[in-house]
Nanobody
Framework: QVQLVESGGGLVQAGDSLRLSCTAS????????MAWFRQAPGKEREFVAA????????AYADSVKGRFTISGDNAKDNVYLQMNSLKPEDTAVYYC?????????????????WGQGTQVTVSS
């Protein structure tokens, strides 16, 4: 059974930093990519960042470029999201996502499995 477990959310002030963590389990082979998405109240879930293990390629939403950094350990199927210079508009539930068995060219925004989410609240 596939499981993604996130941690690290919380309440911070604008300008602060947070680090989210996620561990994927349940398959005998490693993920080919992992990502973070977020969903703010009343809005659709949106892509935040992703990492592809084959070449360590990373992708970011324009709204977080230069502030957020995705990293991880493919051997352990762990992924992290370092969030700096947080803004009130970053407030959302953040979801970890993972996929297994896709080619190198599969879109970085498409995933099959999701965590339960962790709340990030940034006060002004």
């Amino acid at each position: 059974q596939v499981q993604l477990v996130e941690s690290g959310g919380g309440l911070v002030q604008a300008g602060d930093s947070l680090r989210l963590s996620c561990t994927a389990s349940g398959r005998t082979y490693k993920t080919d990519a992992m990502a973070w998405f977020r969903q703010a109240p009343g809005k659709e879930r949106e892509f935040v960042a992703a990492i592809r293990w084959s070449d360590s390629y990373t992708a970011y939403a324009d709204s977080v470029k230069g502030r957020f950094t995705i990293s991880g350990d493919n051997a352990k199927d762990n992924v992290y999201l370092q969030m700096n210079s947080l803004k009130p508009e970053d407030t959302a539930v953040y979801y970890c996502a993972a996929r297994w068995g896709y080619s190198h060219y599969y879109p970085m925004t498409k995933y099959d499995y999701w965590g339960q989410g962790t709340q990030v609240t940034v006060s002004s």
